[in-house]
């Protein structure tokens, strides 16, 4: 019978402990994705000129650095240590760049769930999330 307690408790305590380190784990998403989609999160690059704030550039891209005085980090190591707190450190707005928009927007995403502050993807375009093409349905299938 002790031993059985004995064996119960061991379960239990390790249990506590991974609750606890899951808890903890400073790389959980924390942030609540539809408040962060309700802000504004794209600026172009013809909007630069016209930003008030301080802001910070980084390139996700390695082969060429586009902006001068920008940080160039590569998107694989984004979430290292070291890069993490250089972008913590930075005061105003963090714009991300890539020649692909889609790395910008994941770089988004991981920098808002890590509850990463004025975040933004810099972007080529003045509306990169609107339609480019006219939408045409198919006229040889029909309905059934």
């Known amino acids: 019978m002790k031993k059985n307690i004995t064996w119960i408790l061991g ?4 249990l506590f402990v991974l609750v606890l380190v899951r808890t903890f784990n400073p790389n959980l998403f924390k942030r609540n994705v539809s408040e962060a989609l309700t802000t504004e999160m794209t ?4 909007e630069l000129s016209e930003l008030n704030d301080n802001y910070n550039i980084v390139e996700l891209d390695t082969e060429n650095q586009r902006f001068p005085n920008s940080l160039v980090l590569p998107f694989g190591q984004l ?3 070291e890069n993490k707190e250089k972008l913590s450190s930075f005061d105003g707005k963090i714009l991300l760049y890539s020649s692909d ?10 920098l808002n769930q890590l509850e990463f502050d004025r975040v933004y993807i810099l972007s080529d375009e ?3 999330e609107a339609l480019k093409y006219k939408f045409q349905p198919d006229t040889t299938i029909r309905l059934e």
């Open 11 to 14: 379960v239990l305590l390790v």
């Open 43 to 46: 600026v172009s690059v013809q």
């Open 79 to 81: 979430l290292e240590k």
């Open 101 to 110: 928009i889609s790395t910008s927007s994941k770089a988004w995403v991981i």
């Open 126 to 128: 003045e509306n990169p």
